[in-house]
Each structure stands twice: as C-alpha cells, then as structure tokens.
C-alpha cells in the first residue's frame, strides 16, 4: 500500500467503485446493445425490422435512470419510431429524470421518502396493465424492475382495497412474519405481483431486466416478482393469517376472498 495515501482516501476509492458498479445506467447500457439493425439483450436476439412495437414498463427506484439508459441504446430514431413506456417511480425521480426522457413516461407514484402504496401507485400500474395488454406477437415489453418496485407497482385484487391490503402488510410486520410469509400474502392479494404482470404481457414476447437489491438475487422477491410465476397458494396466505389472527385483526374482506 501507498503510505501517502491516506485511509480516508481509500474508503472514498472503495465507495466509488461500489456506487459504479450498480449504477443503474451502467447496468442497462451493459445489457442493452442495438447495432446493424440488431437488437440484443442478455443474449436474446431481435431484427427490429421484425418487431413493431417496444413497450417498456416496469417500477423501482432505479428506474428512471434505467429507462433514460434503455433510450439512449436504441437512439433518437427508433424511439420515436418504435418505442413508448410508462415506469412507476418516487416521485423525486420525475423531476430529475423526466426531462431526459423521449417517450417512455415517468410516474410518480409515490412521494419521495414514503415507501408505501399509494393510490398513484394503483393508477400507474393500471397504465401498464392496459399497455402491455394490447401487445400482440410482433411487438416486444422490456420490464425494469428493481428496488422498492413492490411498493411503487400496487395493483390489489378487485375484491379488496388498498388500504386494506395495506393494513394486512402492516400487521404482518408488526406481528414479526418472516418476508417469505409476507410475500406469499402479497402476491395472493396483488394482480401484478407473482407474475401477474407476465400473464398481462402473454400474447407478446417479454424480457425482463432486473436489479437486483436482495441478497443471492431471488427474483420472486425482488419486486414480489411481477415476471416470475407464483408457486404459493391461497390457502397458504390464509394459513399465515390465520397463525396470526391471535394478536392481530385482518380485515374480513381480506379473508373471504382468501377463502
């Protein structure tokens, strides 16, 4: 080691290259190429000229900086050519990064600092649902995802509320429930959560990039896993409720449609 190197100087070394390496345009940019009429992402390939439409949705944290990047691979052409999007996002984000954005749209669906659903939240990710709904074989959905996306892509099922299913994750945690036992809760109760978002997208091709910000990269849980097939039941999620039903009161709309 260098001894005129101070120790501060190689914590802030140290940092750097940590906050570069997840730098969410980086990753994206890493992911993402187009070239001689290419498109080519993680190793699946596509002729632009086969596809019709790029829709790009998603939600978290990073994804502002994640749609920016997704427009600057493909370009100002083939943007304004092929491409439009809606990404849920903290609000903040909107203001930061929105200017920088040609067609895929930034969604505040929530306030900065408040990492909860909100009804924002539900009507963005609406906006998706209906997006990628009208998509057929020739088209293409990119999803970004990453951190804090489970809270920024509310969609509760028809029969209950947001603040119902809102209650339910807070008792839940006041109660000490593992996070598996709270995601298996979250995603009997969400229409895009454990897959769902998939299932909207199935009559087109899809592919999902995701940042990860759990450890060993489950990809059911990060988001709650809006591309990843759920293998939980509703009798499981009513089982967990019902572990805690002694100390806790869950709202009866809740349980009636876990039953």
């Known amino acids: 080691m260098n001894s005129s190197v101070s120790p501060r100087s190689h914590a802030r070394t140290i940092w750097q290259a940590g906050v570069q390496a997840v730098d969410s345009g980086k990753l994206i940019r890493d992911s993402i190429c187009y070239s001689k009429g290419q498109l080519s992402i993680m190793g699946n390939h596509w002729r632009l000229s086969e596809i019709q439409n790029i829709v790009v949705v998603g939600?978290?944290?990073?994804?502002?900086g994640m749609a920016a990047a997704v427009e600057k691979v493909l370009g100002e052409e083939i943007v304004a050519q092929k491409v439009t999007g809606w990404v849920n996002v903290p609000e903040d984000?909107?203001?930061?990064?929105?200017?920088?954005?040609?067609?895929?749209?930034?969604?505040a669906a929530r306030p900065a600092g408040f990492n909860e659903p909100t009804e924002e939240g539900v009507q963005?990710?609406?906006?998706?649902?209906?997006?990628?709904?009208?998509?057929?074989?020739?088209?293409?959905?990119?999803?970004?995802?990453?951190?804090?996306?489970?809270?920024?892509?509310?969609?509760?099922?028809?029969?209950?509320?947001?603040?119902?299913?809102?209650?339910?994750?807070?008792?839940?945690?006041?109660?000490?429930?593992t996070?598996?036992?709270?995601?298996?809760?979250?995603k009997q109760l969400s229409r895009i959560k454990g897959g769902g978002l998939a299932k909207a997208a199935r009559n087109t091709q899809l592919v999902a990039l995701i940042i990860s910000d759990v450890i060993d990269d489950p990809l059911d849980i990060i988001a709650s896993g809006p591309t990843v097939v759920d293998t939980s039941t509703p009798q499981e999620a009513l089982d967990i409720l019902k572990k805690f039903s002694t100390t806790r009161q869950f709202p009866q709309r809740v349980l009636k449609y876990l039953e």
Not at 59 to 64: L, N, P, T, V, Y
Not at 135 to 162: T, Y
Not at 179 to 186: A, M, S, Y
């Open 93 to 107: 984000c909107v203001h930061v990064d929105g200017a920088l954005l040609q067609k895929i749209h930034l969604h």
């Open 179 to 186: 996070i598996n036992e709270l995601n298996i809760v979250r």
């Open 59 to 64: 939600g978290g944290k990073a994804g502002a």
């Open 124 to 177: 963005g990710t609406d906006q998706i649902f209906e997006m990628v709904s009208q998509l057929e074989e020739d088209d293409l959905c990119i999803v970004l995802l990453s951190g804090g996306g489970s809270a920024l892509l509310p969609a509760p099922v028809k029969e209950i509320s947001l603040n119902d299913k809102r209650d339910v994750t807070q008792q839940l945690m006041q109660a000490g429930a």
